[in-house]
């Protein structure tokens, strides 16, 4: 099934036993998240890992999905697409959690089962269009700029209540909460304001939508901070992974809606 050169490359990266290193690695993180849960009195179940596998080859999702883990984010449809056309024969669940352009949104709409970066009304729009004739549903997130810094996507936090009270026009979308990128920083004196930010936010607009009640938020280098502010769902990639190929600026451009 797999060429010499992807085997290769699988290698290089992931070690000649990819489950085993691999599995060691989500259980140091799982290790973390009970640890964050303990301190601040919460049931380990009410967090959820959300692996982000950008950048990581299918086969390596295939080993994953043997061992128990069926659920895998994107943040790159093209890329999303292709392995799930190379994934085909399982059952994987599909999250997508980075910005989407309007003229995507009709894969996200074929295949996805959660999307973590709304912030726009056009592209909940254009959704909406493309799930009805598709007859699906779309659990989503409202993605919430927490930083202030300019080069996140996300809705300005005074502009989330007003954008929540309109998501009811789009009765595909199913709300289940907020999302944000915090600050990216090792000091966590910055980051966490950013994830308290968002949890005041999700209780504040629980009041106008009842459905509005998950914070994703959280990534390898601050899910414990998260956990401990809230996050329902934190999103991880290189603390399983390793550190990717590709630069953040590829998911994280410098200048939103181009
Ligand atoms: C890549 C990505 C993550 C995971 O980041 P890591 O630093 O690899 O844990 C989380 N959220 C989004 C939106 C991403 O694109």
């Known amino acids: 099934m797999q060429n010499d050169d992807a085997l290769a490359e699988e290698v290089q990266r992931f070690g000649p036993d990819p489950l085993s290193l691999l599995s060691r690695r989500i259980n140091t993180v ?18 959820r890992m959300l692996i982000i596998s950008k950048t990581v080859p299918s086969s390596i999702l295939r080993r994953l999905y043997h061992a128990g883990y069926t659920e895998f984010g994107e943040n790159k449809v ?5 392995k799930r056309e190379e994934l085909a024969d399982l059952r994987v669940t599909w ?3 980075g910005h989407l352009q309007k003229n995507k949104a009709k894969y996200i709409a074929r295949f996805a089962s959660e999307f973590h970066a709304l912030d726009d009304l056009s592209l909940a729009a254009e959704l909406q269009r493309r799930l009805d004739i598709e007859d699906r549903f779309l659990d989503i997130f409202v993605q919430v700029n927490t930083s202030g810094e300019a080069s996140k996507y996300g809705l300005p936090p005074d502009r989330v209540p007003e954008f ?8 595909r979308l199913r709300p289940r909460g907020l999302m944000t990128l915090a600050l990216h920083d090792t000091d966590m004196s910055k980051v966490r304001p950013c994830f ?3 949890r005041e936010l999700r209780d504040a607009t629980a009041v106008i939508d009842p ?25 991880i990639g290189q ?9 953040d600026g590829f998911y994280w451009p410098r200048e939103p809606n181009r």
């Open 95 to 97: 999250q997508m959690v």
């Open 239 to 247: 603390a399983i992974f390793g550190q990717r190929p590709t630069p």
């Open 196 to 198: 308290r930010l968002l």
């Open 78 to 82: 093209q890329e999303a697409l292709e």
């Open 30 to 47: 799982d290790d973390k998240i009970v640890f964050a849960c303990q301190r601040s009195a919460r049931p380990r179940n009410s967090v």
């Open 211 to 235: 459905r509005v009640v998950e914070l994703s938020m959280g990534m390898s280098g601050d899910f414990d901070v998260a956990i401990e502010e809230g996050a329902t769902t934190i999103r």
């Open 164 to 171: 929540v009270r309109s998501l009811p026009e789009f009765p």
